[in-house]
């Protein structure tokens, strides 16, 4: 009898869709010891998402690759409503920016799923040895209750299946456009059956594919889709409902004589349903079209039958909604159709050892845009969080903060999608006594308001222990326990001292200027996602007794033996490798060097010598304006404390002239590394 091979790991990932990709990218950035696994064969290559919000770019820019993004994608800029006239002919109605002006260096694109997840796989291979283990997935998942609150257990035990190539590599429906075989997204289309259950059945009785092993993790990410496998092993639930909508995608280069077809569109036909039009790269467009003349399936399943549904029948169901203008293909790259359902979980992890990320813990309507965007940012906000546990940096405790914010967020979601879904497929009120027809004006308000939800930007975490704000755990809306870990901890943000800062949510991003060679950073830039809190200190102009003399009060503070800087880095590490302390001025830059402030600001390395990389000024640049960062973001001439969270949210905003309270900050949730009374820094200095 062959013996099963065992091993451990301290992070296991199931699934590498967008979910599970941002995963491994964050444990490969923070160099944890992971693993993820996938059902199928290959990667996408073509269709399903598309769209990237404003605050992903901002994200996939923190990780390295979001300029190939950025690059290689269809900006949308500008958006068309057009809706039936007086005699029901469709006419553009209004035009709206598609992403709101000012609220991000990014505006709104347009790429498929396969590139992001190429991006991703890029990244993950450039810094770690982690890589994707495709046709490998679980079989049986236990957790040994009694040790998920030891931190050096591994309390999950999971049986991973190999499967052949051949079961890795999902069945395709032959569909023929003009010659060309094209793939279809319905294998993975909630019109599709889960296919989980069958696999491993088959691989089962095929010889060649039975090769079992057992793994047992400290942590596991459910990011296996809509029909999460996980889900079902630790028993949670999606709750919601489905809706009788049901939608066609198709990803065509199209003939037409439309005239806005490079604009985003949407488009409320007088009878014949609606359509939104997404211009996309290569001369792509993308239509999600609402499908009137769908047959349901007679399975009671509530699932629309897809043998009804073709290119064909969604091409004609476009020209009817479009109709006096004419639209056709030669070249069709992809297409799909699905019913929108809109679920989210009741809760999104048990004992915070097993978690549901993406498509995994809440489902809806492709066509606003967020479904991969929403996914992505589940485990952007669970990544850093348990690379820091695994590291031994912080307490269990911060886990409980992933389903306290992005439960709400995935609520806000769905409430969202309801709302424009209901907007989006209804039909156009005649006249305003028609009270069953959707208002337009309602519409184009929705939109409007929508863009805001839509662009990511507007995500704010409630008060918790990495969160310091006024509320408290009842706040959170779920029960979730998210109070500090020692009431004596707790800290307040004073809101007021920046005007322009909320704590809660993303630090805005303006550009300032390196001290030390005067090169303009967005501010974004210098806070990359790699695991790191950063303690910005926004000193005013230095050059006033006044300030000076905080900013040097406040160093000695954070150079003490007691303080953040000293009990939470581990000892020998680089005096960077949990926090870092960045000082962002607005004196004259050319009246001050870096060597004028004080070493916490630019730590000294016996092999590297000064770090000049930390110290910021708020001034004109030769070459790409000004960024006004301390007016942008309200930062008073008495200067503030800002703590930013390794995601880039906003833990903390207050005075400089306390600077213990970021250690009380962080006494609220990291771990005591060692008391040593050794300086952060030293070697001989010149
Ligand atoms: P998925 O992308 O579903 O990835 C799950 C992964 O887990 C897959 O690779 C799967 O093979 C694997 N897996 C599943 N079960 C197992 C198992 N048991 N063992 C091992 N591996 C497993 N979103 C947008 O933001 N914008 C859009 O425009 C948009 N358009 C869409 C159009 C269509 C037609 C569809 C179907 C979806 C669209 N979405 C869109 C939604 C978007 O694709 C999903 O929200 C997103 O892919 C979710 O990411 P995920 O990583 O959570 O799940």
Known sequence: MSVIPESNVDVLIVGAGPAGLMMATWMAKCGINARIVDKRGTKIFNGQADGLQCRTLEILDSLGFGHRAWREANHMLEICLWNPDENGIIKRSDRIPDTIPGISRFQQVVLHQGRIERFFLDSIAEASEIRVERGVMPSSLKIDESVVEDDAAYPITVTLRHLTEEEATPKQNSTSANGQSVQDGLFRSNLAKDDTQDLLDASKINAKAHSEEVIHAKYMIGADGAHSWTRNQIGLKLEGDSTDYIWGVLDIVPITDFPDIRMRCAIHSADCGSIMVIPRENKLVRLYIQLTTTQKNGDNSGRADRSKINPQMILESAQRILAPYKITYRKLDWWTAYQIGQRVGTSFSVHERVFLAGDAVHTHSPKAGQGMNVSMQDSFNLGWKIASVVKGHAHRSILKTYQSERRRIAQDLIAFDHKFSRLFSGRPAKDVMDAEGISMEEFKAAFEKGNMFASGIAVNYGASAIVAKEGSSAEQGDGTDVSVANAKHRVISDQSFCSGITVGMRIPSHKVLSQADARPWHLHEVLPSNGRWRVIVFAGNTNEDRQREKLWKLSEVFSAPDSFLNLYTPKGARYDEV????????????????????????????????????????????????????????????????????????????????????????????????????????????
């Open 579 to 686: 926090f870092e302390v960045l000082l962002i001025h607005n004196a004259p830059r050319q009246s001050v060097t870096v060597l004028d402030f004080p070493e916490v600001f630019r730590p000294y390395d016996e092999f590297d010598g000064w770090d000049y990389n930390k110290i910021f000024v708020d001034e004109v640049s030769y070459h790409e304006g000004f960024g006004n960062i301390y007016g942008a973001l309200g930062i008073p001439q008495d200067g503030a404390i800002v703590i930013v969270r390794p995601d880039q949210y906003v833990s903390y905003v207050g005075s400089m002239e306390k600077p213990a309270a970021v250690n009380s900050f962080f006494a609220g949730f990291m771990k005591e590394q060692h008391a040593s009374d050794e300086a952060q820094t030293n070697g001989t200095k010149p």
